[in-house]
């Protein structure tokens, strides 16, 4: 497999989470929430380096998380997530392989699914690869513009988007592999003319478009994997979900 360093985004507020406690801290099954995408990167991916990007109650993240595996980064201001992951950068000097973008809150996704992305990615000479999923209800999420012969063209933001892209169901996760090369110089490229006025990382996907570059979205077979937890209910659902597949491996 190719080198792989990976960065999680972990620097939310987490509003509605409406709790004092920093959002990725939350527990799920006695760890927090944020132990979940650390522990792929490093003992299932075995990322070369493992960046966090933290911001709301950065100190208490750190202290939970303290090892010489990972390395923290701050994110001061929240203007998005192309904005946290330039945060990373400098931390990348030197660095030639693969990026893997992981969430600090989408605590289900399966290594095996990353693995799947990762291989996708490689095999298809791309040089960004998001993880997609389909679900009922897109409401909220990027949603997913793909070419004729299903490449991926374009990531639009829900506030972005039109009557009609509104109506596709296969969205964004947030979960991506990026070329370490490119990232560095495209994230030069992205600004913020947007609903939002914040640098989105899904930008990314146009700057790699009009360079003529591959971009390809592979789908989640399951998509409870890719929930993010924005909620106590969400928080409750996931607790839920990791249960019983513990009940099923014993």
């Known amino acids: 497999?190719?080198?792989?360093?990976?960065?999680?985004?972990?620097?939310?507020?987490?509003?509605?989470?409406?709790?004092?406690?920093?959002?990725?801290?939350?527990?799920?099954?006695?760890l927090p929430m944020l132990s979940y995408p650390i522990d792929l990167s490093l003992n299932y991916i075995k990322a070369e380096k493992t960046i966090v990007v933290v911001g709301h109650q950065a100190d208490q993240i750190k202290e939970r998380f303290q090892t010489p595996q990972i390395n923290f980064v701050l994110q001061k201001e929240q203007l998005g997530t192309g904005h946290a992951v330039l945060q990373a950068?400098?931390?990348?000097?030197?660095?030639?392989?693969?990026?893997?973008?992981?969430?600090?809150?989408?605590?289900?996704?399966?290594?095996?699914?990353?693995?799947?992305?990762?291989?996708?990615?490689l095999e298809n000479d791309s040089t960004i690869a998001v993880l997609t999923a389909v679900v009922k209800d897109p409401s909220?999420?990027?949603?997913?513009?793909?070419?004729?012969?299903?490449?991926?063209?374009?990531?639009?933001?829900?506030?972005?988007?039109?009557?009609?892209?509104?109506?596709?169901?296969?969205?964004?996760?947030g979960i991506y592999c990026v070329r370490s090369t490119f990232l560095i110089e495209g994230l030069k490229e992205i600004g913020?003319?947007?609903?939002?006025?914040?640098?989105?990382?899904?930008?990314?996907?146009?700057v790699a478009r009009k360079r003529g570059l591959r971009c390809s979205a592979h789908m989640v077979a399951d998509p409870v994997e890719?929930?993010?937890?924005?909620?106590l209910a969400d928080l409750a659902t996931a607790t839920e979900v990791l249960r019983q597949e513990k009940v099923k491996k014993e």
């Open 1 to 30: 497999m190719d080198h792989i360093a990976t960065i999680i985004l972990a620097a939310g507020k987490g509003t509605r989470m409406k709790s004092d406690l920093a959002k990725v801290l939350h527990p799920i099954l006695g």
């Open 89 to 121: 950068l400098p931390l990348l000097q030197g660095f030639t392989g693969t990026v893997l973008i992981l969430c600090g809150d989408v605590p289900l996704v399966k290594a095996e699914t990353l693995r799947s992305l990762i291989n996708a990615f």
């Open 140 to 173: 909220g999420y990027g949603r997913i513009l793909r070419g004729e012969e299903g490449w991926l063209e374009k990531i639009v933001e829900e506030k972005d988007a039109s009557e009609e892209e509104r109506l596709i169901r296969e969205i964004n996760t």
């Open 192 to 206: 913020k003319e947007n609903a939002q006025g914040e640098y989105y990382l899904t930008d990314l996907v146009e």
């Open 226 to 231: 890719v929930m993010g937890i924005n909620t």
